[in-house]
């Protein structure tokens, strides 16, 4: 069964320092999304991606984060400068419509 | 805006014993429901979803859930557990049709089956 792959599984960063979240989404598919799960928390929706642009972001994403599309297969989320604050788990996820998502198995960011 | 709110932080439960999870939604626009499961230490899968249609929506691993619009409700429900049942479920609305795709997740209700 396709997959979305989230890479890396853990990343250990310093306060300040620009962090880079990979992803590469189910292959036909067409929307692309980041969302956040912060210890104990509910999961909570940060943008989504469609046709190379964002097509909507959360109060969340703020003017630190960016996303981009590279090379037609990965997917990443950019954090300029972290913060403690940015310690959660963070989800990829893809669909070919907005009716069903396939989620990574995230990347566990902490900022020490 | 939608919101959801998932009744119950944690549910235990027996072995091979019935179980529902409740999930009430509020939204002004028609919605489509889903209910994730997220094992230990790993991401979201998903269990069931409901887009239109039959209001009783069956899904993996043996749960299901019923679609009630005007209680606002969809709860999941399993008649008999197993052990490997324990988890935290996640409901989330999106809004129907076209428009936001973004999900809207509930709290979380963790889920322990005890033997």
């Known amino acids: 069964e396709p997959e979305v792959t989230q890479t890396p599984s853990h990343q250990v960063t310093q306060m300040g320092q620009e962090v880079i979240l990979r992803c590469v989404p189910i292959s036909n598919h067409l929307y692309f999304y980041w969302y956040r799960q912060i210890l104990g928390q509910k999961v909570e929706f940060l943008v989504s991606f469609y046709n190379n642009e964002i097509s909507e972001k959360s109060e969340i994403f703020d003017d630190q984060f960016s996303v981009e599309r590279p090379d037609g297969s990965n997917f990443t989320l950019k954090i300029r400068s972290t913060k403690l604050e940015d310690s959660a788990m963070y989800f990829c996820?893809?669909?070919?419509?907005?009716?069903?998502?396939?989620f990574g198995s995230g990347t566990r960011l902490t900022v020490v | 805006a939608q919101s959801v709110t998932q009744l119950d932080s944690q549910v235990p439960v027996f072995e091979e014993a019935p179980v529902e999870l409740r999930c009430n939604y509020s939204s002004s626009v028609s919605v489509y429901l889903f209910w994730y499961v997220q094992y230990p230490n790993q991401g979201l899968q998903l269990l069931l979803k409901y887009l239109s249609g039959s209001t009783l929506v069956k899904g993996i691993n043996g749960f299901e859930a019923e679609f009630n619009k005007s209680q606002t409700s969809f709860h999941l429900r399993k008649p008999s557990v197993h052990i490997s049942d324990t988890a935290e479920y996640f409901c989330?609305?999106?809004?129907?049709?076209?428009?936001?795709?973004?999900?809207?997740f509930g709290s979380g209700t963790r889920l322990q089956v005890q033997p």
């Open positions: 996820a893809s669909s070919v419509t907005g009716d069903g998502y396939t």
């Open positions: 989330a609305v999106t809004r129907g049709y076209t428009g936001r795709r973004a999900l809207t």
